[in-house]
């Protein structure tokens, strides 16, 4: 399995018109379809950086050498660091959604962006990249310029932390790639926040599962050729339904989702309701994991959570009353942090397309 997590399957995943578009002047949204996904548009808001983006004026804090680079101080070329376009970090970020409430969107196209942007500054030294950070937060306002900010700002640290333990971690004979994939998703949520990480990266994270899970598979001798066929079509179907979107370790959740998803279609649930329950499962192990919960207790709350669930969805109910039902029982043996994770961990886009499924 090659190095470095972050990037070795995004030219085999994402189109080269993607990495294209991203330096064009406020280009058209790229697009990418997740392996596990039908084919179809996700629906993005209609803002992104581009069209919120006020030119920085020095009176605006940001130093005057930052303001455009055609006000790029004279020494600078004599300086030991490279040369930074602001133009090329501004066309770089200009995809990103701002929704509703001026946050950014996480997607895909998000950390397509973020990785364009790195590109230009992974040899920038501290000083440079704090002017920087001033110059995105003044071109936009509010609390959106203070996010976009502090998420470039994170993401290059997150990078820059990877390259110097992939160094280390080259060194270790018996590193295998599942435990490689491991470490480096502590490494994001270290640098960028658990939630964060996990919004932009939780589909990259279900692909490299994936990826990792078949060369396994293939590589097992004790299997028969029809047990080698049936554990490959089992981890298709895991990436297509969206369960390796959660680490799954040391519960048996998300596998029971499998008779679980036949339960519910025999009690005669919508289908949009069989997509809520099983995001939401998903959702509380993702949480489980984002918020350092105790896995024996959580795994114990979780089962008390089921149970009274599983009643609730056998009862002379309607549909949105069920749904009501089991919403409000998840702050009964889940904490505020818990829920708060289980509903924002996976990005939107992503919580569209399982939904078409």
């Known amino acids: 399995m090659a190095?470095?997590?972050?990037?070795?399957?995004?030219?085999?995943?994402?189109?080269?018109?993607?990495?294209?578009?991203?330096?064009?002047?406020?280009?058209?949204?790229?697009?990418?379809?997740?392996?596990?996904?039908?084919?179809?548009?996700?629906?993005?808001?209609?803002?992104?950086?581009?069209?919120?983006?006020?030119?920085?004026?020095?009176?605006?804090?940001?130093?005057?050498?930052?303001?455009?680079?055609?006000?790029?101080?004279?020494?600078?070329?004599?300086?030991?660091e490279p040369e930074i376009s602001l133009d090329r970090l501004q066309h770089a970020l200009a995809n990103i959604a701002i929704d509703g409430n001026g946050d950014l969107v996480l997607d895909e196209i998000a950390l397509v962006s973020l990785r364009q942007a790195f590109q230009g500054l992974e040899n920038a030294g501290p000083d440079t990249l704090e002017d920087l950070k001033l110059y995105v937060e003044a071109g936009l306002a509010?609390?959106?310029?203070?996010?976009?900010?502090?998420?470039?700002?994170?993401?290059?640290?997150?990078?820059?932390?990877?390259?110097?333990?992939?160094?280390?971690?080259?060194?270790?004979?018996d590193l295998g790639p599942r435990e490689e994939l491991e470490r480096t998703i502590a490494l994001r949520r270290e640098h960028m926040g658990p939630l964060t990480a996990s919004q932009l990266f939780a589909g990259e994270d279900a692909h490299q599962r994936y990826l990792i899970a078949m060369e396994e598979v293939r590589a097992d001798p004790e299997l028969s050729r029809e047990q080698r066929q049936e554990a490959l079509n089992r981890l298709r179907d895991d990436l297509r339904s969206g369960a390796l979107l959660v680490n799954s370790e040391g519960t048996d959740a998300v596998e029971n989702l499998r008779s679980e998803?036949?339960?519910?279609?025999?009690?005669?649930?919508?289908?949009?309701?069989?997509?809520?329950?099983?995001?939401?499962?998903?959702?509380?192990?993702?949480?489980?994991?984002?918020?350092?919960?105790?896995?024996?207790?959580?795994?114990?709350?979780?089962?008390?959570?089921?149970?009274?669930?599983?009643?609730?969805?056998?009862?002379?109910?309607?549909?949105?009353?069920?749904?009501?039902?089991?919403?409000?029982?998840?702050?009964?043996?889940?904490?505020?942090?818990e829920v708060k994770a289980a509903q924002n961990w996976l990005p939107q886009y992503l919580k569209a397309e399982i939904d078409r499924e």
Do not use: C, H
């Not at 803002?47 to 940001?62: K, L, M, N």
């Open 142 to 173: 509010g609390d959106t310029g203070a996010q976009a900010a502090r998420i470039l700002g994170d993401y290059i640290d997150y990078r820059k932390a990877l390259t110097a333990a992939e160094a280390e971690w080259a060194e270790l004979e």
């Open 3 to 80: 190095r470095n997590r972050d990037g070795w399957w995004l030219a085999a995943v994402i189109s080269p018109l993607i990495l294209l578009g991203v330096w064009m002047l406020w280009p058209d949204p790229p697009r990418s379809t997740p392996s596990w996904t039908s084919p179809g548009d996700t629906v993005r808001p209609d803002r992104t950086i581009a069209s919120q983006w006020q030119e920085p004026v020095a009176s605006a804090g940001v130093p005057a050498e930052s303001a455009t680079p055609s006000q790029a101080a004279p020494e600078q070329a004599d300086s030991a």
């Open 261 to 337: 998803r036949q339960d519910w279609q025999s009690m005669g649930l919508s289908e949009d309701t069989r997509n809520y329950l099983e995001q939401q499962t998903l959702g509380l192990v993702a949480a489980r994991d984002l918020t350092g919960s105790d896995r024996q207790d959580w795994q114990n709350r979780y089962d008390q959570f089921a149970q009274q669930r599983d009643t609730i969805l056998a009862a002379g109910l309607t549909e949105d009353e069920k749904a009501q039902q089991v919403e409000g029982l998840m702050a009964t043996y889940f904490t505020e942090e």
